[in-house]
């Protein structure tokens, strides 16, 4: 069963950048019928210069693009020449960045990692060590793989004794979305700490691969250069960068990617064309047969997702894990109150 968790939140934090957003507007722009949202996908694909924050599909009541002040005039009678309603949400979106948190993690105290800002990768990284000296009877420090600039895609393992069944978390592989790692983090420092009964049987009875940022490049680029950065950082010809959600040899370039390596989400030259793709499989395929929930945590949306991605014919257990699903999102939305829909692609963003 593999699942991928949207999460909600987009807390922007405040990056040393050498590449600035001032002035840069968000842009909320609503959807009304099937027409509008096949000309914003037409729009999507076709322009690289407005980046969407979410797909436009009918189901969702608006998305979220991002335009450059040079860009902003058109950007805007575009829309108009098709009556579609927007509005500005964000005038500059670098004010938003400024406010930003990012926190310090002081090495050897894993108190000083809190969930109310973000962490760079060596403080993670950190953390992760910290874990295992805090806790070494229970966790392990793993690596999952290696980057195109030859980083470690650092992880731990947390498993209470032999023969258990494995759950799978991976959080970061878009750069940008911060909000992953966090709360890839967050659940882990739960499954060690929290003394809830159900907590401690769910993180005794199985093995935890936990990979907080499967794209330490990018992550570091988010942080250091570009704020806005999703994929890796690996050249191709005059462009940087492959996204690495569609670089799996899975489906590959089949829907919901691209070709043109100037685009987000670029797919790359070949499945698995990319170190970390390629060495995080490899690590999956030797734990593979252990493997009953894969979990990958993506920003912003709030869904659910359920395989498959390609096509409206459902999985073998479609409906164990639709149900398992639904039990999970329906207990987040008692305890928070944000609601979030359970199903496949087809189900959930084409409809
Ligand atoms: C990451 O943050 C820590 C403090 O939490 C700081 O000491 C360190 O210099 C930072 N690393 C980089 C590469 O910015
Ligand atoms: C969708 O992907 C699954 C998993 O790779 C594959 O078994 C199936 O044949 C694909 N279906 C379609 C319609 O492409
Ligand atoms: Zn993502």
Redesign the pocket.
């Known amino acids: 069963m593999w699942f991928i968790i949207l999460s909600l939140v987009l807390i922007v934090p405040n990056a040393l950048s050498e590449f600035r957003f001032d002035n840069y507007a968000l842009y909320k722009i609503i959807l009304k019928d099937v027409d509008q949202v096949n000309f914003l996908k037409s729009l999507r694909d076709s322009d690289a210069r407005f980046d969407f924050w979410n797909d436009p599909v009918a189901l969702s009541s608006y998305v979220n693009v991002l335009t450059s002040p040079k860009d902003r005039n058109e950007f805007e009678n575009i829309l108009k020449s098709k009556d579609v309603e927007f509005e500005i949400s964000t005038e500059n979106i670098q004010d938003a960045i400024d406010r930003e948190v990012i926190?310090?993690?002081t090495r050897g105290n894993i108190k000083s990692m809190t969930w109310d800002g973000y962490?760079?990768l060596?403080?993670i990284n950190a953390w992760i060590d910290d874990l295992a000296a805090t806790y070494p009877e229970v966790v392990e420090v793993i690596t999952g793989g290696t980057t195109y600039e030859d980083r470690a895609i650092k992880g731990l393992k947390i498993s209470h004794g032999e023969g258990r069944r494995a759950i799978f978390l991976e959080g970061g592989i878009h750069s940008r979305e911060w909000i992953s790692p966090a709360t890839v983090t967050y659940i882990t420092n739960e499954l060690l700490t929290n003394d809830n009964e159900d907590i401690k049987a769910a993180a005794q009875g199985f093995d935890w691969y936990i990979f907080p940022v499967t794209n330490p490049d990018g992550y570091i680029w988010s942080f250091e250069n570009a704020r806005m950065w999703r994929k890796n950082r690996r050249p191709v010809g005059e462009h940087v960068g492959v996204d690495l959600n569609r670089n799996w040899d899975n489906n590959w370039m089949v829907v919901g990617a691209s070709s043109n390596p100037a685009r987000d989400d670029y797919a790359g030259t070949a499945p698995f064309s990319e170190p970390e793709t390629k060495s995080l499989s490899e690590f999956l395929a030797s734990i593979g047969d252990k493997i009953d929930m894969y979990l990958s945590f993506h920003s912003y949306g709030q869904m659910l997702l359920i395989p498959f991605g390609n096509t409206t014919a459902p999985l073998a257990n479609y409906h164990d894990a639709r149900n398992i699903g639904a039990r999970g999102m329906g207990a987040l939305s008692v305890k928070y109150g944000t609601l979030y829909r359970t199903g496949t692609i087809a189900e959930t963003i084409c409809k």
């Open positions: 926190k310090t993690y962490y760079n060596s403080s």
